[in-house]
């Protein structure tokens, strides 16, 4: 299934720190919270110590009300991408979810260039989670400051 522009929203960010710093960091589902600029993602479960290609981790949500998430690494190149898939856990993920997150990551003159990706295109409910393009694409631009932070103080 290929994705249109419309099933991708994208943000970029030229972070001063290595990649190797910025992939650690992303790499490592226990601090997902920390770099979370939605404020939805509570903590990780069932989750490796650093993620690698078909790893899966869980992830505690709040959005109004609690509830999980399943995630699989579907792009792993090391300190340059990494994506995972999300999906509902069990049966429900069979219903809902399918969304990707993807983060590359590109040396450049004064640091990294950082690309976050949403992107929808296998998404299973796509018409309900296409209204909130605007407030993910904040939240994205959130994200990408947190890691700046992080990796730089």
Sequence with gaps: MSATA???ETVERVI??????????????RR???????GTV???????????????????????IPYSMTSTVIEFDENRRIAWQTRGP??????FGGRIWRYEL???????????????????????????RKKTRTSME??????E???TS
């Design 32 to 38: 997902h919270r920390d770099i979370d600029g939605s």
């Design 106 to 132: 590109e040396p450049v003159d004064g640091g990294t260039q950082v690309r976050e990706s949403w992107d929808i295109s296998q998404e299973r409910t796509k018409a309900m989670v296409r209204s909130a």
């Design 16 to 29: 001063p720190a290595p990649p190797e710093k910025i992939f650690d960091l992303l790499a490592d589902p």
């Design 42 to 64: 509570r903590e990780a479960t069932n989750a490796p110590e650093r993620l690698s290609l078909g790893a899966t981790f869980g992830m505690s949500m709040k959005l109004g």
């Design 6 to 8: 419309s099933d991708v």
């Design 149 to 151: 932070e992080l990796v």
């Design 90 to 95: 069990g049966k429900i993920g069979k219903k």
């Design 142 to 147: 959130q994200t990408l400051a947190r890691i």
